[in-house]
């Protein structure tokens, strides 16, 4: 099956910093998504986004699909933005199933 | 609208007893599916459903049940509770491929 990668698996910034995770996956895809988990466990989607580029408010993402990468950009972090951030795919021929990557876990200090 | 609800949010089962963890999508969703969190991991998908009656084995189904007898609720069963089995279990649903809403959870733990 598909295999998706996240970088990095963890992540420290003090408020105000900037990030950018990655999610490289090994397979041409129908579906992109990314996902934040609140420290309360409650998955939340932050974008669908199969390819192109997609902003809302400070967190954008972009994936370019041919070199089979996706990139989730957070601007002037703040402490709720802590938790895991999760991509999932769908390849081509999965019949709708998602395979999600093992997350980055962000810790936003104050 | 409450989205994606399930019940119980919490459970602590022996080894061997049985139960039965309920989905419930008020957005007249026609996909709905059941994961497994362990740590350390993303999700993982259990079984899923692309409509009523229908149900499909997704990467773990080994253990569980499912069925989606109405198009709202899709039920996941575990028969006889094995260890391996605690997790933090996920259900989502989706109008069509491709936006997935997930509901709050459920914690399983299993003696």
């Known amino acids: 099956g598909i295999q998706v990668e996240q970088s990095p698996p963890d992540l420290i910034l003090q408020e105000g910093a900037n990030s950018t995770l990655r999610c490289n996956f090994s397979?041409?895809?129908?579906?992109l998504q990314w996902f934040h988990q609140n420290p309360w466990g409650q998955l939340i989607n932050l974008f669908y986004i199969p390819s192109g580029t997609k902003q809302n408010g400070r967190l954008s993402a972009t994936t370019v699909a041919t070199e089979r990468y996706s990139l989730l950009y957070i601007s002037s972090s703040q402490t709720t933005d802590s938790g895991v951030y999760f991509c999932?795919?769908?390849?081509?021929?999965?019949?709708?199933?998602?395979?999600f990557g093992k997350g980055t876990l962000l810790t936003v200090n104050p | 609208n409450a989205g994606v609800t399930q019940t119980p949010k919490f459970r602590v089962l022996k080894t061997g007893q049985s139960m039965t963890l309920l989905c419930a999508q008020d957005?007249?969703?026609?996909?709905m599916y059941w994961y497994r969190q362990d740590p350390g991991m993303g999700l993982r998908l259990i079984h899923y459903?692309?409509?009523?009656?229908?149900?499909a084995k997704g990467e773990v189904p080994d253990g569980y049940n499912v069925s989606r007898l109405k198009k709202q609720n899709f039920l996941l069963g575990l028969e006889s509770a094995a260890p391996s089995q605690t997790s933090v279990y996920f259900c989502a649903s989706s109008l069509t491929s491709n936006i997935q809403y997930f509901g709050a959870g459920t914690r399983l733990s299993v003696l």
């Open positions: 999932a795919v769908e390849d081509g021929g999965s019949n709708y199933k998602l395979t």
């Open positions: 459903s692309v409509g009523e009656g229908t149900t």
């Open positions: 957005m007249n969703h026609e996909y």
């Open positions: 397979d041409s895809v129908n579906n």
